[in-house]
Structures are given as C-alpha cells and as structure tokens.
C-alpha cells in the first residue's frame, strides 16, 4: 500500500496564451505509514499535485498508482475518495447542513452505506476528533468556535474511514493552542489512518510531525528528505523562498556569527548552545 | 484596567460591542475595552481565536460602532457619521484573505480605488499609485491582473491600496496568516520600514508571537477583555501560559539558557538572542 507518482506532469489551459506548466515531471513515492510534508512557495504546485491523489485533477501526463488503484486507467472514483480523504484549507467553510450529525453524514450517505453503518460511522468520526458526541451531534455546526467547527469539518472527511488523509494548512489561521491541538489530533487520526500527507508553510510543524518531506519549487520536484537532511541544507531552503524552522534558523544565525552550533530542534539546540558556552569557559 | 484618557490618536473609552444583540446568538465580543494608541507607535494586538481582536479592528475605523462607550481617531467620534469619511482616510486596513480585498481587474487600477474615491486630480491620483507600487515594490506589475499573483504578491498590493489614501494609521488584520514563509517576511520587512522610516502608525493584529516580538506596545486580549497592556515585557507574562498564545521563540529559548545556568539578559526576537549568546560565548 503506498502512493506511487511517475513522472506527474499537468499543464493549466494548454495551447492557449494562459498555458501554464504547474507540474513537470514530478516523480515520487509516499509509503504507507508516512506523515508527509509537502512543501514549496505559493505556485510551487503544492495544492495541484494533491488535487491529484484522489482525482480532482483528471491525470493528463505521467502516472499515479493509490494503493493499488492506477489512475492512467479507468477506475472507480468512489473507491479512491473513500480511500484518500481530503481536507482544504479552512475547511470549516465547507460545512453546511443543520446538524453536525447531518453533516457528518454527507460522505458515508453518499458512499451508499446501510443507515446503521452511516450512524456508526459518524459517531466513531466524531468522538476520533475529540468532540463530545452526544452534546454536540444536535447542534449547528455554525453555532461553533472556529476550532470545533474545523473538527466537524475533519469529521465529515474521517467517517469515509480513509486510509490516507490529506490536509492542505490544517493549522492556518489557528491561535497557537489550536494549532497544537489539530496537530497533536493528526497522531491520534494516524492510529486509524495510517498515511497522512500535509500541506503547510509553518516550518516548525514540518519539522516536529513529518518524517519525510517533499520539496516543490516551480513545478518540479527539488527532492525528498528527512527532515534532518532538509533543515541541514540552509541554501536550498533559501532558493525555494522558505524558512528554517525557529531552532534551526538560530542555529544558522550563529554559524554566520563564526559559533559553530547545529540543531534541528530546541533541545538541541538549547544543549548545543550550553555545551559551547562550558567549552568557552573551561 | 488602567485608563488613559487624552489626546492619543486612537481613543477607546470603556468600549463594548455585541454582535446580534438580543437574540439568542448574541456573542459579547468587546467588553468594557479602553486603550489608547499614539501617532508613531508600532502596536501588536494578541489573543486567541475569538478574544475579539477583529471586532477592535473594524470598530478602529467605523466599519463597526461601539454600542456602549467611544472610539475617537485624532478627536473624531466613529458613532458621527459626519466624521466617518475623514476617520477611514487616516486609517486603513488590510485584512487576512488578499483576494476578498481586490477590487479591480488591472492591479494600478485596484490600487487607484481609493484615492479616486477621496476625489482627488487624476494626476495626484497617478501619483500616489506609482508611489504606492514602488513601496511595496510591485510597480514593475501595475498593468498585469490581481488574479495572476502569488497570496503574498496579492498581499502587497493591498497594503498599496491603503498606502494610496496616505493614511496615518495601518491596521494589519491578521494579514501574514495565508501568505508562504518569503510572503510573510516581505510582509513584515514592509510594515517595519513604513513605522521605522515613515513614521506610520501601526496595529498588528496576529497569532504569531515572533511577528508581536517586533512591536513597541502590546495588547494581549482574552474573551473580549484587555488582559495584558505594555512594552515588550508583557511578552514574558505568564499569563501568555495559561492563555495558550505561548512566548515569542527567542523569549522561551532565553528562559531555557537561563535555568541552564546562562546569565542571557533581556531578549526579544532571534537576533536580539544570537547579540546575546554572541556575547556570553
């Protein structure tokens, strides 16, 4: 079970004056169990590529193969967007029924499901985000706070009982706590769920959740990294219009200062920072 | 709550605002709130996600009017619907979503709508859009379309549409939080250059305790009360703690060294830091 993309390539408004190249040649794998960062500047291609993974986008030039299903053939749609969930940015504006039971509902209904399924389905959904279930199934969902109507919103996508959840900026707009709180609930969704791809710009989330991480800059793929070999290449980061996360941009700001320090994280950096500091002195 | 009554700019006087009054959705977004910002300052305006920063927002220049108390920009009343065309000449705003700013299909012509609004020649007019591009240095992009920019690009000029009205105030409503890392940094550099150089007031209203780091007064707001008021050292309070915003990165990365037995003074933002281990080592 993985994601295999070969040689992905898609062309906005082809043989027209607006023609525009947002993925060239793009080729990767993303295993089952990753938490996958993608990664690039507004335009890189980001939001395309996974408008891709459960067809949004109508494969045009290369190859894709989702957990077995080949979408350079015919295949069922219903299976692959019952396979990969999609979350958009902000996608609380997407809620829209009367209840939050109802809304919740929307996926598996539309999957045809018997109704004892749907109810079960959307009560294992709701409780798997950290919503009471029984206060709030009734309730308007926009009667909500920003934070719980984005849990409803991801709820409506968990009851399809995905097997690899995409989220585009699961954190924009957040106050620092909610943040935290939508990330931390993504290790608790991976337990169920186990592929998880995420879309962000913050570098610090990046760092601290993905265990692999793709680079986009201009359409094509810059590579694939751990996020210790990528944090570590300051000048790539730099030449895609990134930032380095809080502990590794310090770390940089020192190395130009001439204090040798390499940190991809606060705690090392705190004890690298120490450690120079007993050197100095001793 | 302390008081400061005056003649600051921007005057809130024990303001309240409720949001569907007497139904049964009212929301209390602003309760009893008084502050009082100068011509010049570079104001952070914090809180958690419905502590009503964007409500203060829109009551700073009358898109929203107190329902108890008063709002007074340079002694102009915001509830005196004589003075509100003056109030939002000097005070402009950029809000967080770029594309519900833009008006127009041609970017010059996006950033002219103001200024033909106020009335003025259409010479001055191309005046202050050229000098308005060129300050946030989109200028080589006026005759292409808004559609076709980057968020961070799209940003910018918005903040061009407001520099075109020659405002004395800039209120930034959360404007970073869509934009990519260098559209965020552009952003900023931007916003410090036109307080540091052009003397422009202004209120940054943002989650992000790095970009608050940078401000000379902060505001920390919680369910629509000022809880937190001061110089940069509101940004070692607590109180950030318990209400979930956190301290600025260099603040907490200080506070670690110090209990490792590092004697880091007083530091703020990551090159205030890097100056300081810089010494220490």
Same mark, same amino acid.
């Given at each position: 079970?993985?994601?295999?993309?070969?040689?992905?390539?898609?062309?906005?408004?082809?043989? @027209?004056?607006?023609?525009?190249?947002?993925? =060239?040649?793009?080729?990767? @794998?993303?295993?089952?169990?990753?938490?996958?960062?993608?990664?690039?500047?507004?335009?890189?291609?980001?939001? @395309? +590529?996974?408008?891709?993974?459960?067809?949004?986008?109508?494969?045009?030039?290369?190859?894709?193969?989702?957990?077995?299903?080949? +979408?350079?053939?015919?295949?069922?749609?219903?299976?692959?967007?019952?396979?990969?969930?999609?979350?958009?940015?902000?996608?609380?504006?997407?809620?829209?029924?009367?209840?939050?039971?109802?809304?919740? &509902?929307?996926?598996?209904?539309?999957?045809?499901?018997?109704?004892?399924?749907?109810? =079960?389905?959307?009560?294992? &959904?709701?409780?798997?985000?950290? +919503?009471?279930y029984d206060k709030i199934k009734n309730r308007s969902p926009f009667e909500l706070s920003g934070g719980q109507m984005r849990r409803v919103a991801l709820a409506g996508v968990l009851a399809m009982r995905p097997k690899i959840l995409v989220l585009d900026e699961p954190t924009a707009g957040l106050d620092p706590r909610g943040k935290k709180e939508i990330l931390d609930l993504t290790l608790k969704i991976k337990e169920h769920c186990p592929t998880v791809i995420m879309i962000s710009h913050n570098m610090d989330e990046i760092a &601290?959740?993905?265990?692999?991480?793709?680079?986009?800059?201009?359409?094509?793929?810059?590579?694939?990294?751990?996020?210790?070999?990528?944090?570590?290449?300051?000048?790539?980061?730099?030449?895609?219009?990134?930032?380095?996360?809080?502990?590794?941009?310090?770390?940089?700001? +020192?190395?130009?200062?001439?204090?040798?320090?390499?940190?991809?994280?606060?705690?090392?950096?705190?004890?690298?920072?120490?450690?120079?500091?007993? &050197?100095?002195?001793? | 709550?302390?008081?400061?009554?005056?003649?600051?700019?921007?005057?809130?006087?024990?303001?309240?605002?409720?949001?569907?009054? !007497?139904?049964?959705?009212?929301?209390?977004?602003?309760?009893?709130?008084?502050?009082?910002? *100068? *011509?010049?300052?570079?104001?952070?305006?914090?809180?958690?996600?419905?502590?009503?920063?964007?409500? %203060?927002?829109?009551?700073?220049?009358?898109?929203?009017?107190? /329902?108890?108390?008063?709002?007074? %920009?340079?002694?102009?009343?915001?509830?005196? $619907?004589?003075?509100?065309?003056?109030? /939002? $000449?000097? %005070?402009?705003?950029?809000?967080?979503? #770029?594309?519900?700013?833009? %008006?127009?299909?041609?970017?010059?012509?996006?950033?002219?709508?103001?200024?033909?609004?106020? !009335?003025?020649?259409?010479?001055?007019?191309?005046?202050?859009?050229?000098?308005?591009?060129?300050?946030?240095?989109m200028y080589d992009y006026r005759e292409g379309a808004p559609f076709r920019l980057s968020g961070g690009q799209k940003q910018r000029i918005a903040i061009a549409g407001v520099l075109a009205i020659k405002p004395r105030v800039m209120v930034l409503d959360e404007s970073t939080s869509m934009l990519d890392p260098q559209g965020k940094k552009d952003i900023m550099d931007i916003v410090l250059r036109l307080n540091r150089e052009e003397k422009m007031t202004v209120i940054m209203i943002t989650h992000f305790m790095d970009e608050a780091?940078?401000?000379? $007064?902060?505001?920390?707001? *919680?369910?629509?009360?000022?809880?937190?008021?001061?110089? $940069?050292?509101?940004?070692?309070?607590? /109180?950030?703690?318990?209400?979930?915003?956190?301290? #600025? #990165?260099?603040?907490?990365?200080?506070?670690?060294?110090?209990?490792?037995?590092?004697?880091?003074?007083?530091?703020?933002?990551?090159?205030?830091?890097?100056?300081?281990?810089? /010494?220490?080592?």
């Amino acid at each position: 079970m993985s994601i295999v993309i070969k040689e992905l390539t898609h062309v906005y408004s082809p043989r @027209t004056p607006f023609e525009k190249t947002a993925l =060239d040649k793009v080729s990767f @794998t993303i295993e089952d169990g990753d938490y996958f960062g993608i990664i690039g500047h507004t335009g890189s291609g980001k939001s @395309t +590529l996974i408008s891709h993974l459960n067809g949004l986008i109508k494969l045009t030039g290369g190859s894709i193969v989702v957990n077995g299903i080949d +979408l350079s053939k015919k295949y069922d749609y219903k299976k692959l967007r019952s396979e990969v969930g999609m979350v958009f940015q902000y996608p609380e504006y997407q809620l829209f029924d009367e209840t939050v039971e109802r809304d919740v &509902a929307f996926g598996p209904k539309n999957m045809g499901l018997s109704a004892s399924e749907i109810a =079960d389905r959307v009560e294992y &959904a709701i409780k798997l985000v950290g +919503l009471d279930y029984d206060k709030i199934k009734n309730r308007s969902p926009f009667e909500l706070s920003g934070g719980q109507m984005r849990r409803v919103a991801l709820a409506g996508v968990l009851a399809m009982r995905p097997k690899i959840l995409v989220l585009d900026e699961p954190t924009a707009g957040l106050d620092p706590r909610g943040k935290k709180e939508i990330l931390d609930l993504t290790l608790k969704i991976k337990e169920h769920c186990p592929t998880v791809i995420m879309i962000s710009h913050n570098m610090d989330e990046i760092a &601290a959740y993905c265990n692999r991480i793709a680079v986009l800059g201009g359409g094509k793929l810059e590579g694939v990294f751990t996020p210790r070999e990528l944090f570590g290449r300051s000048d790539l980061i730099e030449r895609m219009g990134l930032s380095l996360p809080t502990a590794a941009l310090i770390a940089k700001k +020192l190395r130009d200062r001439g204090v040798q320090i390499s940190a991809s994280d606060e705690d090392e950096l705190v004890s690298a920072i120490l450690n120079a500091r007993r &050197a100095s002195h001793a | 709550m302390c008081y400061y009554i005056g003649m600051s700019f921007i005057n809130f006087d024990n303001v309240s605002f409720t949001y569907s009054a !007497g139904t049964q959705n009212e929301i209390r977004a602003v309760k009893n709130l008084s502050l009082s910002i *100068e *011509e010049g300052e570079f104001v952070a305006l914090v809180g958690h996600n419905g502590s009503g920063k964007s409500t %203060v927002a829109k009551l700073m220049n009358g898109l929203l009017i107190p /329902r108890t108390g008063k709002v007074t %920009v340079n002694g102009l009343d915001t509830a005196d $619907k004589k003075s509100l065309f003056e109030i /939002r $000449k000097n %005070v402009g705003v950029v809000f967080q979503n #770029p594309d519900n700013q833009m %008006v127009a299909t041609i970017i010059e012509d996006d950033v002219a709508f103001g200024p033909e609004n106020l !009335g003025l020649d259409p010479k001055e007019i191309r005046s202050r859009v050229d000098s308005a591009l060129k300050s946030v240095d989109m200028y080589d992009y006026r005759e292409g379309a808004p559609f076709r920019l980057s968020g961070g690009q799209k940003q910018r000029i918005a903040i061009a549409g407001v520099l075109a009205i020659k405002p004395r105030v800039m209120v930034l409503d959360e404007s970073t939080s869509m934009l990519d890392p260098q559209g965020k940094k552009d952003i900023m550099d931007i916003v410090l250059r036109l307080n540091r150089e052009e003397k422009m007031t202004v209120i940054m209203i943002t989650h992000f305790m790095d970009e608050a780091a940078l401000a000379d $007064k902060i505001f920390v707001m *919680e369910d629509g009360e000022l809880v937190l008021s001061g110089g $940069k050292e509101v940004l070692k309070s607590p /109180r950030l703690i318990q209400n979930g915003l956190g301290y #600025p #990165p260099a603040v907490s990365l200080a506070k670690r060294l110090r209990e490792g037995g590092m004697d880091v003074g007083e530091v703020y933002t990551d090159d205030e830091l890097v100056e300081e281990i810089c /010494r220490l080592l």
